[in-house]
């Protein structure tokens, strides 16, 4: 590969800081695997790979990484073989820290455990359980402080709480919480915090970092306002312009320069306040030279730049110091106790994940500062001797998407670094244009404190920018620097889009065929007017047309067009070194969020014949299937609960007609009794008796027998389920239920069957998950998923597209980033932008702190105090400059057309909306226009407005054009449309219309010849004696338990194992025969099952006396998570026994350092030929299917981990040692999965195995 010379520069320097900033497309990882491996293999002075410390954002990237530079390392080892370095690396690579920060904290910890307060056993929370827990917390917390009964509590509930109770309160404090959190020392944040709000000064606040951010922004507005009058006021002196237009623009000037000299608020305000008289008459003189157009405009100029100076009295100016300090001080006791509590729920929050074990990333991320720094009485940080210890085995540190890490991440790498020696050897890359994380806390600023302190010339604090792109073609690079060049500045994006931003080409397409040549590979921007100002005939036709719906279907026709044959676009395709007509899979249709619109995309390109898969994490719970599951556990948990009871009966599980339910419900409503069981459960109890008392009226003689007996299998069915939820574990009685329903059957046959087979896998998958958290139970495990939609933490249905398939991807912007498309459609550009966060009675900024409403209870009055105006526009800049970025990394994912629409109903107005910026003369757009942008769309019209282009749009639409020219900046390679609802109805309306008539035509068709007829008949017989010839694939299981392999690995004849293997699924859903069913309840596998909950259940470190087994089993029966009569049906001397035993006492000591872990789920895919050969054959090699299955128990010793798997099965004790050898053989391949699961989930080596048989009473070694 041929390297520019910025690329060289960044692959050879050695031993100082490098800051890379990568524009898109710009190579930068293969540069960072080359710098990598250039270093580990120089010839003089190799580094080893493993003293390279590489911090990735994702894991995905790591990996890749890893994997390059695997295949390289192999690569030369090939062409020399005996080069010992590079079999040194090779060997060193699986070791080589190449991970993501989160992944280098966890290792700091683990290794320096003993200087934390930190239990070595903790374990990562899983994500539903954190904010179950958050929740638990928070409630205590608010019940504590009710009971506390403290007036600045109360006065912070009343004055913030929204409607009737305390809603919105505990998001505040965790919001809070949240935001402290996000800096290295959370408790000296909330104090400075909670010290700012004490401090009620005139100087105080002249000197708060939010009063700093409301005079630069006074001062930026006034000073791009100055500018525009002087462009009006040469306008006016243009031939034909208004001449004595010019003194009211020079006095309109002079208030904005009263602005720009205003240092303090008091002089600002003085100006703003007095902004009602300021203003001059608009002069009414009447000429004939001047031209009439032009005077129109100016004086709508006037008229606009007037009101923005009104815009910014009515934001900036709220009366005098002393008003704006009596609303800060009214507020200021409501909002320390916020923050008060805010640091109580973080202690608490604390002590709570203490308690269980738990900690979440942010906590790895604290502890591993703790680990690496001091701090000291000025705030700033130290590396402790962990560190520079550390710091010796790293030689270079390098920071893969730079821009996207934040303050704790920022000190711990330079703790490990050493730049506190003089030696800097910190190489980070990245592009700040491409920080799209501000959502967890990412600080791009870091990256520009870097980028604005460094030099280019050769220094130990060294910068390089990459600006070449070697993904897109120049269309798609112009059009990108086109609108950036335009919207992106240091105010807004948080950096100057100037020549070094600029992308420059550096990918070099081969010449265009002459079958190609001269088509357009202009970028396309439609726009799509969803308006209602048409004739009342066409209107009625539209009006069910959405947006959202509108613009999908023009996406579908424009793909139709794209992928045509014949005319289609030509894609360049390197593997046949030529062009070919696009495909489906060439084409991604890029969202800024897919809720609420992805679905509609892939219903509408599915109508159009376009086959469509859409990348989602929403959908999942409200998927019907799932939901019926959900209602059906609610049902268990508590079946009082009369709408999941109503789901679950009119559901497939319980086939109730609505007819029934009336039925059912009407008779026992009448009539009810006041200690009769209520709602639809009751009526179901009493719809079952078989008579009725004497006096209490009423019957159910309308419920026939049939109807009853439905009923009677129904009300069985629930009890069943409920029963087995006191000891099932929660999987097993999602299978059970499964079962006795066949409800998977049912799915199956219904339209889009695999898909909801794979969602209900996915709920036990779910299931599995949650039951390795510290919760447990039907009622919890309820909670657990209804928490999950509360705080929208979805999964997103579960996907069974394939990347590799013909199809047209739908995803969102966030997701796109780091890949790249032949063909982007970016939908969605008029969407609203989110600004949530701007909105509320109480604002929370990461740096500038808090600011609220003033709240006057007693009067009932509420008014916005300066700080909070403050906060709202800082907080929509950083939105919008967030969304600037997300907009860059949209538009450079393609590589060689890229496809803008966006739906807008006020379309008209808006294209005429910013016609004043043509008289703009500077390469940036005004600030203050682009920050008042409301979508993606606005920004383009605006950019647009100085093209060349645009003046035929306007054409397009009957609109004429400005009559000032405008200041002509580069071009954009463009086309762009306006599209009307019309047509694309009528086009729709003639497809469906020839769809019919083709139907007509089938409908009339008489028949065929009989020489057509007997070679038709000849191809049916063809396709229906057809043999599929992989039918292995087809009976296939989707997944397998360990004991079911273990079975297929008994089986002694090749033809039992593929019994076994194609029904295992079969084989669990035939019912028992009757007298079966009627054995004793605890016998066989039963029995089996009973031994493994009580062990599961009882302590480890239960006295090993006969009677003190009994009492701790006695109690678990109580407490209902044993059936009653459990100790009765089994044999607990043997359990005695077993606790008595070496391995039983080495067991309960596992239980008392906490290493202990019983029941431990878990799920792994396996490669189908590992399985059985034949799968193989099949086509199935590639194939991963899922091993599940349950470890019994394993703990943890200095030195590994021991398995132990419990067996109940009858042996007889004189079989000697070689039926002890055919015993540990039955169950060999079972425990063989257990330890490469356990061994994959842990990353620790299991040194033991044992089965413990309490038919021999021994624990014997595997």
Request: with cysteine; proline share 3%.
């Amino acid at each position: 590969m041929e390297w520019t010379n910025e690329q060289k520069q960044i692959i050879g320097l050695r031993n100082r800081n490098i800051l890379v900033a990568a524009a898109a497309g710009s190579g930068k990882t293969a540069v960072l695997v080359e710098r990598i491996l250039s270093m580990i293999t120089d010839e003089d002075h190799p580094v080893d790979i493993d003293r390279l410390l590489v911090v990735t954002f994702t894991n995905a990237a790591a990996g890749q990484m890893k994997e390059r530079i695997a295949k390289r390392l192999s690569g030369r080892l090939e062409e020399e073989p005996d080069d010992r370095n590079l079999k040194r690396q090779e060997d060193l690579l699986p070791h080589a820290k190449i991970m993501t920060i989160d992944s280098f904290c966890l290792y700091v910890v683990r290794n320096y455990f003993s200087s934390l307060d930190l239990d070595p056993d903790f374990r990562i929370g899983d994500e539903g359980e954190l904010k179950l827990l958050r929740e638990d917390v928070m409630k205590t917390l608010l019940e504590r402080k009710y009971e506390e009964a403290a007036p600045e509590f109360f006065r912070f509930v009343e004055s913030y709480a929204e409607g009737k109770g305390d809603g919105g309160i505990p998001e505040y404090i965790e919001k809070l919480y949240q935001f402290a959190s996000a800096y290295p020392n959370p408790d000296r944040q909330l104090k400075q915090w909670k010290g700012q709000l004490e401090a009620g000064s005139a100087e105080a606040v002249r000197s708060a970092g939010w009063m700093e951010c409301l005079m630069d922004e006074i001062h930026l507005e006034a000073e791009e306002l100055a500018a525009r009058y002087t462009a009006a006021r040469e306008a006016c002196l243009e031939p034909g312009g208004p001449y004595y237009y010019e003194d009211m623009f020079r006095s309109d000037e002079q208030i904005v320069k009263g602005l720009l000299s205003a240092r303090t608020y008091e002089e600002a305000a003085e100006i703003l306040s007095g902004l009602k008289t300021a203003f001059v008459r608009k002069p009414s003189k009447r000429d004939p030279a001047v031209d009439d157009e032009k005077k129109a405009f100016l004086s709508a100029l006037r008229d606009e730049m007037k009101k923005a100076l009104q815009d910014m009295a009515k934001q900036y100016y709220l009366g005098s110091m002393e008003q704006v300090l009596s609303d800060i001080r009214g507020c200021s006791g409501p909002l320390c106790e916020l923050v008060d509590l805010a640091a109580e729920f973080g202690e608490d929050y604390s002590a709570a994940k203490r308690e269980k074990n738990l900690v979440d990333f942010g906590d790895i991320e604290h502890f591993a500062l703790e680990v690496l720094t001091e701090e000291g009485p000025d705030g700033k940080f130290f590396p402790t001797e962990a560190a520079v210890e550390m710091s010796r085995s790293f030689y270079e540190i390098m920071i893969d998407e730079y821009q996207d890490s934040n303050r704790i991440q920022e000190e711990i790498l330079r703790s490990v670094s050493r730049e506190r020696d003089g030696r800097p050897n910190i190489f980070m890359v990245g592009d700040v244009k491409q920080s799209i994380y501000k959502f967890r806390q990412a600080r791009p600023e870091l990256f520009m404190e870097k980028y604005e302190a460094y030099t280019v010339e050769d220094s130990l604090y060294q910068k390089i920018d990459l600006h070449r792109n070697f993904r897109s073609r120049v269309e798609v690079l112009s059009t990108v620097n086109f609108f950036f060049s335009q919207l992106m500045e240091k105010k807004l994006g948080g950096i100057a889009y100037d020549e070094d931003a600029a992308l420059v080409p550096g990918r070099g397409f081969p010449k265009e065929p002459e079958e190609v040549e001269g088509e357009s590979r202009k970028t396309e921007i439609i726009f799509l007017d969803s308006g209602k100002d048409r004739d009342k005939e066409a209107d009625a036709k539209l009006a069910e047309y959405q947006a959202k719906e509108l613009e999908a279907k023009a996406v579908a026709k424009r793909i139709r067009e794209l992928t045509d044959p014949v005319s289609g676009y030509k894609v360049y395709d390197g593997q046949i070194g030529g062009c070919r007509t696009a495909r489906y899979g060439d084409i991604v249709i890029l969202l800024r969020t897919v809720t609420g619109w992805a679905e509609v995309f892939v219903d509408s390109l599915m109508e159009a014949g376009i086959p469509a898969y859409a990348q989602s994490r929403t959908g999942y719970f409200t998927a019907r299937e799932v939901q019926c599951v959900l209602h059906l556990l609610r049902v268990i948990d508590n079946p009082m609960q009369d709408i999941p009871m109503a789901a679950v009966m009119k559901s497939p599980i319980g086939g109730f007609t609505s007819e029934e339910l009336a039925l059912i419900t009407a008779d026992f409503r009448a009539d009810i009794t006041p200690k009769e069981t209520r709602g639809l459960y009751g009526a179901v109890k009493r719809c079952l008796e078989e008579t009725r008392a004497e006096g209490q009226g009423g019957s159910y003689a309308m419920v026939s027998e049939e109807l009853r007996g439905k009923v009677r299998r129904f009300y069985n069915m629930i009890c069943d389920f409920r029963g087995k939820a006191v000891y099932m574990r929660l999987h097993q009685l999602l299978r059970y239920i499964l079962e006795k329903t066949e409800y998977e059957y049912i799915l199956a046959a219904s339209p889009g069957g695999r898909l909801r087979l794979a969602n209900i896998e996915m709920l036990i998958k779910r299931a599995v998950d949650y039951e390795n958290t510290s919760y447990r139970g039907v009622f919890q495990f309820v909670r657990y998923i209804e928490n999950l939609q509360k705080y929208s933490v979805d999964f997103g249905e579960a996907s069974l597209a394939g990347e590799q398939e013909d199809t047209v991807r739908i995803t969102s912007i966030h997701k796109s980033k780091g890949l790249e498309y032949p063909i982007v459609i970016l939908a969605g550009a008029g969407k609203l932008f989110n600004q949530g966060d701007a909105k509320g009675k109480i604002l929370l900024h990461p740096d500038l702190g808090i600011a609220a409403d003033y709240i006057d209870t007693e009067r009932r009055l509420k008014a916005a105090t300066l700080p909070k105006k403050v906060f709202q526009r800082q907080l929509r800049l950083e939105n919008l400059g967030e969304e600037l970025r997300v907009l860059y990394v949209a538009l450079t994912r393609a590589e060689e057309k890229l496809i803008i629409t966006g739906t807008d109903r006020y379309l008209e107005t808006k294209l005429t909306k910013w016609n004043s910026l043509r008289l703009e003369k500077g390469r940036e757009l005004p600030y203050q226009e682009v920050s008042r942008a409301s979508s993606y769309l606005d920004w383009m019209l605006m950019a647009l407005v100085r093209s060349r282009i645009y003046g035929g749009v306007l054409s397009e639409r009957g609109i004429t054009p400005p009559v000032f020219h405008p200041v002509y900046g580069e071009e954009i390679p463009a086309a762009v449309h306006v599209e009307s609802v019309e047509t694309l109805v009528y086009h729709e309306v003639e497809k469906q219309a020839s769809g019919e008539l083709f139907k007509e035509r089938l409908m009339d068709w008489d028949g065929l010849r009989d020489e057509d007829e007997k070679a038709l008949s000849g191809r049916i017989a063809d396709q229906l004696s057809y043999v599929y010839p992989y039918l292995a694939a087809v009976s296939a299981p989707r997944k397998f338990t360990v004991s079911q392999l273990k079975e297929i690995g008994m089986a002694e004849g090749e033809e039992e194992a593929v019994r076994l293997l194609e029904n295992q699924d079969r084989d669990a859903d035939r019912k028992r025969p009757a007298f079966l069913e009627k054995e004793e309840e605890l016998s066989g596998a039963a029995r089996g099952t009973a031994y493994h909950r009580v062990l599961e259940l009882l302590p480890m470190t239960t006295e090993a006396k006969k009677e003190s087994v009994e009492e701790a089993v006695r109690i678990l029966e109580k407490q209902g998570l044993l059936p009653f009569g459990t100790g009765e049906r089994l044999n607990l001397r043997k359990i005695t026994r077993f606790l008595d035993s070496p391995l039983g006492h080495r067991m309960a000591e596992g239980e008392r350092r906490g290493t202990l872990r019983k029941e431990q789920q878990f799920v792994m895919g396996m490669p189908a030929a590992r399985i059985r050969p034949e799968y193989e054959e099949a086509g199935l090699s590639e194939e991963r299917m899922l091993i599940q299955g349950i470890i019994d128990a394993w703990f943890e010793e200095d030195d590994g981990l021991v398995l132990v798997d419990y067996k109940t099965d009858k042996v007889d004790k004189m079989v000697g040692e070689a039926g002890v050898r055919r015993f540990l053989e039955r169950y060999r391949t079972q425990v063989d999965y257990y330890q490469e699961a356990l061994e994959q989930n842990t990353g620790k080596r299991v040194k033991e195995r044992y089965l413990y048989s309490f038919s021999l009473e021994r624990a014997i070694p595997l």
